[in-house]
């Protein structure tokens, strides 16, 4: 049985729709994230499930019951808000209990139930301290233990890790994940941060403009995306104009921007137009003049420019008769002598699990 099942659900506010006919289900233990930029409906979306908005048309169900007019606190639902909203006046172990108080939990349950919330994050010890003497993670974490104290049926995380720097974010994430599936319980999770969604989730639902563009599996959402935007928005991408074109011989080629790149026969019908996406980390970038496998795919290049990330070096150079592209190597230290600067002639190889073929 699935945990949260979505049908047909549309929210309007006047003239504009925010959500506009999203179907979905999260099956149970499932970690499922709404992605996409601000305004696209993934919030909006999440505060239907936990009861805060009512959807103008649709059905939602949680645990099989449909929640139609049913408010936030009859709902089975933990809920971790971005800015944590926890109780300034309230000690952590206050601030926990605060739901099993509102569910009339006997105090001696209560107890024992905070007890277990705190131990599964981790703050037992701190228990009688005021939110204001916590760090940013350990608030985080004290928000989390109240929305899994109340023992919900599905967990709903709206930007819980916005409020944090990187390195405390990554962190977080990880413990996060490994919480949700030691309890296996059923999670919806709302970002617009895409390392976040393809680090922890089991399927991601790709918004735009109140709809899911995409649904699909981490995997499926970065290497086999379905239109443009789901390209463009996922990773880093070069996104190029193509037609494929047939010689005389029968032989396919996939002229992107001036780029030419032999295809497999038959792969898309001779004349169709399509986009095209190359992947940067795909590219095998190298000096002009070391040897190179004799390919169809190498093709010399400038460097126009170089950005330094740390741990991969991007390149942006211009191909011979086509498209700028941007090329992502990790940076393994070499010499100087080695390393290109801008202005440099290059070669670059293009292998065919670089370019994938957007379906129109």
Known sequence: MSSVELKAIIKRYGDVTAVNS??????SGEFVTLLGPSGCGKTTTLRMVAGF????SGTLSIAGLDMNGVPPHKRKVGLVFQNYALFPHMTVQKN??????????????????????????QLRDLANRMPGELSGGQQQRVALARALVIRPDVLLLDEPFGALDKKLRDHMRVELRELQKKLNISTLFVTHDQDEALSMSDRIVVMLDGKANQIGSPIDIYERPQ??????????????SGKIETNVNGKATLNAEGLLLPLVPNIVNSGAEVSVMIRPECVKLQKTGVKVESSPRVFNVRVLSI???????QYSVQIEGGPVLLITQNNVGSSDSDKLVSGDRAEILIPDNAVYIIPC
């Open 53 to 56: 908005i009512r959807p103008t």
């Open 307 to 313: 950005v330094y990330l740390g741990s991969i070096l």
């Open 96 to 121: 926990v209990e605060f739901g099993l108080r509102m569910q009339k939990i006997l105090p001696s349950d209560r107890d024992i139930r905070v007890t277990e919330a705190l131990e599964l994050v």
């Open 22 to 27: 999203i179907d979905l289900s999260v099956g």
């Open 227 to 240: 239109t443009s935007f789901v390209a463009d928005f996922i990773g880093r991408s070069n996104i190029l």
